[in-house]
């Protein structure tokens, strides 16, 4: 992985040079549904905010280091984007990242629904956003973040992965490989956010943690749920049972989902990339 030291491009009104070589930008190109991050590494403690189109994004102190990370919307425009480093009110680092495109630009006319299904998909839609939106803005969580299931395996490859045409839609999530009630794990530390019995829905029942800091992991077409709206979770906690419940589901196999700054729906391949490289 390319770790890419950034320099100081503004001097500081006082004349103090800023020594900011602890500073490093994961990635400086990018794809839609992709994470990058900014790190001070054996910075802990020592905050900042990333500020990327008009998104500023807090840092948090994990292990030793200070980090922040932004995730890139699928659908986020395609181009050059500015990430800038502000540390107590003052800009001190400034960078280019690059968006480039990964998915075809438009999406089809949504598939019609007979009206009681239709209403129903309204509903969970609704609730499902209105549980992004209490995202927590610290974060809930204290360490590195771990896939859900025991043995990472993509369900039915190509269609089960991030951005997998669905006739008119994409694939928003990773269908994980799993049998009928296998345990599905917390992702990380949070808080249980949705509980929701959507089953005449396509999510199916669906479980929603919070992370805080903007993130949440969304857990669909479950046969059992474990934990109940508002149970504060630890990592790895068993949350819930592998199911094929919801519209259109043939086969057991869960369907994964990452948001980030609460609705920057990335490929949770990435988020889990990141995480990876971060260890
Ligand atoms: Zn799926």
Redesign the pocket.
Known sequence: MKRVLFFILVFLACGTVVLAEDFTLTKTAVEQADVFGVMRRGGAGKSFQAIFRGDTVNSFSLGNNEIAFIGIHYKAKIGRGRVSIVENGKLVLDAVVTIVSKFPKREGPATSFNLTIARNIEKAHQAIKEACERSATAPLFTEVFHWPVASVKI?NEPH?YFGASRGNRY?????LESDLYDTVRAVNGGRVQLVGNFTKTLEGNTLIIDHGYGILSMY??LSNFLVKEGDVIVPGQAIATVGKTGLQVVRP?L??MIKMQRFSTVDPVKFMEFWEEYK
């Open positions: 369900h089960g694939h928003r999530g990773v269908d669909l077409h196999h369907h994964f």
